[in-house]
């Protein structure tokens, strides 16, 4: 959870560091057990607050302005995609929306019953991926930021990545190119195709793990 200084000169860096002070201030709470975070929408609302908390602290100019949005319809490749949080800084005329998307995984669902799928899980990580890729593609974010959170130990350090659910590898330490994945999950057909490259880095606190994971473009240099 790497972040630049949230005093930047420029607010789009300014904001893409609130995502990241808020993210780390969030694994820290939830890992103290100060917040508890039982499913997907909870995780999105209890982040939402403290990133709009530190929004409101970092426009600096009053040609500035920051807005936050859940759940935000956008127009993608003719079909409609709701992005997790939407988070859009405006100066002057300019605007530069940021896409967060947000997957949390815990062993036990809310009525206390132990959860499988994890197959599923993990595909739908990747899908996030696509997905933010999208949205910079069709102009519609000019950043996408992946927030994970489980507490699930065995999708971080496996003890053996036997089975085709593990082409969706989410491990800490993967580092996940360029391509296109097609590997059937839960019986029904995938298609993924990722344009960057992205590397997986756990943070663990408390019983929990944290990931927060932007692409990059990819060359054959590296």
């Known amino acids: 959870m790497n972040y630049l200084s949230i005093e930047a000169e420029r607010l789009p860096d300014r904001i ?24 997907e929408a909870s995780m999105q609302l209890q982040y939402a ?11 600096f100019d009053e040609k500035e302005a920051v807005t936050l949005e859940l759940e935000e319809s956008r127009l993608v490749d003719g079909s409609l995609c709701e992005i997790d949080i939407l988070v859009t800084g405006q100066y002057s005329d300019l605007l530069y929306p940021i896409a967060i998307e947000l997957k949390c995984y815990k062993t036990y669902s809310t009525t206390g019953g132990k959860r499988g799928a994890t197959d599923i899980f993990r595909k739908d990580v990747y899908e996030d991926f696509a997905i933010l890729e999208r949205y910079i593609e069709s ?41 296109r994945l097609m590997t059937p999950i839960g019986g029904k057909p995938v298609e993924i195709e990722l344009k960057k490259q992205y590397t997986l880095k756990w943070l663990q ?12 473009a990819f060359s054959f240099g590296q």
């Open 16 to 39: 893409r560091s609130a995502v990241s002070l808020a993210w780390s201030l969030f694994a820290k709470k939830v890992g103290g057990r100060l917040i508890s975070i039982n499913k």
């Open 205 to 216: 606190y408390g019983s929990f793990w944290f990931a927060e994971i932007e692409g990059n």
């Open 49 to 59: 607050y403290i990133l709009q908390q530190i929004l409101s602290l970092i426009v």
């Open 139 to 179: 102009n519609q974010t000019k950043a996408g930021i992946s927030l994970i959170m489980t507490d699930m130990e065995s999708l971080i350090y496996p003890k053996s990545k036997k089975g085709k659910c593990w082409d969706y590898d989410i491990s800490d330490g993967t580092i996940i190119y360029p391509g």
